[in-house]
């Protein structure tokens, strides 16, 4: 609702109130604070009574009265009988010093999201996740209340190598599962590791998140890029790779490029894992996504002794629940948990226990099926409204996960993201995730590819036809 009341005798100056939001109270007390805030209202000025401001404003005493109370709590207005309410007599703010120069605000109002890596937060599953987690309140026994194995509940550990063996063909047992509080989580404690181990690199590819590097960077670890084409990471110069006893690759859909590992590249990781005794760190952030075919099994199937399977909760139900787990090899189960601690601290118990009762009673298979038919025509609307309004722009990467890549023209991909900006359209261009020592001149050459990551499946279904048109105007007439 929206509310006003002016006044030219009250403070003495003429001062315009405006009650915006849900509640009249709430509204009148940012009101007030704005106005002081903007020296509209100066210290010492007296307020008029509450009864007075209510006639004017035509709302209750009562509503005014808990207004002023609550702003005299927080400090804005001081009360004392027999001289009303009046602003307090505080310092004022101190203004920012003035530059020389000053610079145009590069962010704007973000009307339509389109970055990767998120998924429709509308439609997490709320009743029956609601329902799963009072059936685990109900049934969790009293030690679920503790601090926990740092392994994470055995009820969770277990639901999820049965999952996990049955839908991404992990070898998995419980007792090699550790949970933890998301992908970035067990990247950093698996970087303790490595570091203790006197792994002094770990081989990343070309394109990647610049988050997950620095945190292996932070670890104390170099981060040598691996060339990308159009069958994914080069393994094979993995033994041409000075320093790098692991790995980390995305082999179901690489992320942001969207290829998907061919086999003989995955053969080859293997193989120079076995051989040199390395790691792999296999990350399967969207592996449960595929839309022309059956998802392709996890690598860890092919070696569990010499890959670390990494997954979340987070595309397919959402990152807030901060939840992921790892598949260790038997050798790094003891040291992954003497890293995490002595105790749990990462992951609520009552989410593991509503996450693993949610996955036992079917209704995790029916969400990420539903997700998958519901992605898929996300994806199928998005390539043909390029192809009939912008058929010059080529969708590239594999029909699955949340995300897709759009070559653009050479040249063109900053003006396209400005362009973007301007529109209230938030995207990424494809060069963020390049790595520093990967591109045109550098240690590891690639060809320039101009483009942008774009993610389909973060638009709730309300914004998804507005976000759709906002990319299509956007975007250059031909590649």
Partial sequence: MTDSWASGTAFGADLHLELRGSGLRAGLMDALREAVRTGRLTPGTRLPSSRSLAADLGIARNTVADAYAE??????????????TQVARRAAPRRPARTARTTRPVSRKVTYNLMSGRPDLATFPRA????????????APDDAFGYGDPRGRVELRTVLADYLA??????????????????????????????????????????????????LTQAGLRTPPLPLDGHGARTGELARTPGAGAVLLTPAHQYPTGVALHPDRRAAAVDWARATGGLIL?????????????????????DPERVVYLGTASK?????????????????VAEVVEAKGP??????ALEQLTLAEFMRSGGYDRH??????????????????????????????????????????????????????????????????????????????????????????????????????ALCRVLPDSA
């Fill in 316 to 332: 397919a139900l959402a990152p807030g629940l901060r939840l992921g787990w790892m598949v260790l090899p038997r050798e790094l």
């Fill in 128 to 139: 029956q996740w609601l329902k799963a987690a009072r059936r685990a309140l109900t049934e």
């Fill in 368 to 469: 990420v099926r539903s997700a998958r038919l519901r992605y898929r025509r996300r994806r199928d609307q998005f390539v043909a409204a390029l192809a009939e309004r912008n058929p010059g722009i080529a969708v590239r990467g594999i029909a699955a996960g949340l995300h897709a890549v759009l070559e653009l023209p050479p040249g063109t991909e900053r003006a396209v993201v400005e362009a973007a900006t301007w529109q209230g359209l938030a995207v990424d261009g494809l060069s963020r995730y390049r790595h520093p020592d990967a591109g045109p001149g550098r240690r590891v050459p690639m060809p320039a590819a101009d483009g942008l990551v774009i993610g389909y499946g973060t638009p709730s279904d309300s914004a998804w036809t507005g976000a759709l048109d």
């Fill in 282 to 302: 296999e990350d399967d952030y969207d592996g449960e996504f595929r839309y022309d075919r059956q998802p392709v099994g996890a690598l860890q199937g092919l």
């Fill in 343 to 348: 105790s749990d601290w990462a992951s609520s």
């Fill in 166 to 215: 049955r839908a991404r063909g992990v070898y998995a047992d419980p007792d090699r599962v550790v949970v933890c509080s998301g992908f970035v989580h067990g990247l950093m404690l698996l970087g303790r590791v490595l570091k203790a181990r006197k792994v002094r690199a770990v081989a990343v590819e070309a394109y990647g998140f610049d988050e997950h590097r620095d945190l």
């Fill in 71 to 84: 702003l005299v709590a927080e400090g804005w207005l001081t009360a004392q009988q027999g001289s009303g």
